[in-house]
């Protein structure tokens, strides 16, 4: 598979629990990001990497969340002391600078995050 | 305001309809245009770019207006299949996608 991964695909935690999602870019992209999904809305741009190198973040990214890419390979979304309004899902997309303008992302299945 | 704004749905129109939606982005640094589909529970996925001279793909046909900042996409023929939610979506200087809230089509036999 030279898709994107990701993992979990389904995660049901409580609230104030915290969790951590992984993605595995395709190997040769070297731009990685993030995206939140809730339901009726489009994708809403949570961060993203160049290589390791995290180089924009959204205002939506609380201080609870955090976002790594240690090796500029996969990346892990951490949210700490979840809430019910993280409820969503958390897409991941990769592409290579240069290409992604014309359109060369490619998107995860995502990991369907809910907070009971 | 959103950067990206779309026609509220659902649409619900019977097999064989024309079906138009259209798309407003306020960033006029944005530098590409996308439209993209998306079904039930799915990643979006690329349904195609969208320039200036306007293109068309089979039944689809995309359209960019940059003086106004718009973007439209235009189905011909409307086949039960293309039931899904059509994200408009803008590359920005930024260096990443934004997305409209997306438009839902229903297409009825």
């Known amino acids: 598979d030279t898709g994107v991964s990701q993992d979990p695909r389904h995660k049901i935690t409580k609230r104030g629990q915290n969790v951590t999602f992984r993605c595995d870019p395709i190997?040769?992209?070297?731009?990685l990001y993030w995206y939140r999904q809730t339901l009726g809305q489009g994708p809403e741009f949570l961060t993203y990497f160049q290589n390791e190198a995290q180089l924009e973040k959204s205002r939506l990214l609380s201080d609870r969340f955090s976002a790594e890419r240690p090796k500029g390979s996969f990346s892990t979304l951490e949210i700490q002391r979840t809430e019910q309004g993280d409820s969503a899902m958390y897409l991941c997309?990769?592409?290579?600078?240069?290409?992604?303008?014309?359109?060369?992302?490619?998107f995860g299945s995502g990991t369907r995050l809910t907070v009971v | 305001r959103k950067e990206v704004e779309q026609d509220p749905g659902p649409f619900n129109v019977p097999e064989g309809a024309t079906v138009a939606f259209n798309c407003t982005y306020s960033n006029s640094a944005s530098q590409s245009f996308f439209w993209y589909r998306q079904d039930c529970r799915k990643e979006p996925k690329l349904l195609m770019s969208v320039y200036s001279s306007g293109n068309e793909d089979g039944r689809f046909t995309a359209q960019l207006n940059r003086a106004s900042q718009y973007i439209s996409l235009l189905i011909r023929d409307s086949k039960l299949s293309d039931s899904a939610t059509y994200l408009c979506?803008?590359?920005?200087?930024?260096?990443?996608?934004?997305f409209g809230q997306g438009t839902e089509l229903s297409v009825k036999p």
């Open positions: 979506v803008v590359y920005n200087q930024g260096g990443k996608l934004i």
């Open positions: 190997s040769e992209h070297n731009r």
């Open positions: 997309a990769s592409s290579s600078a240069g290409t992604d303008i014309v359109g060369g992302y490619t």
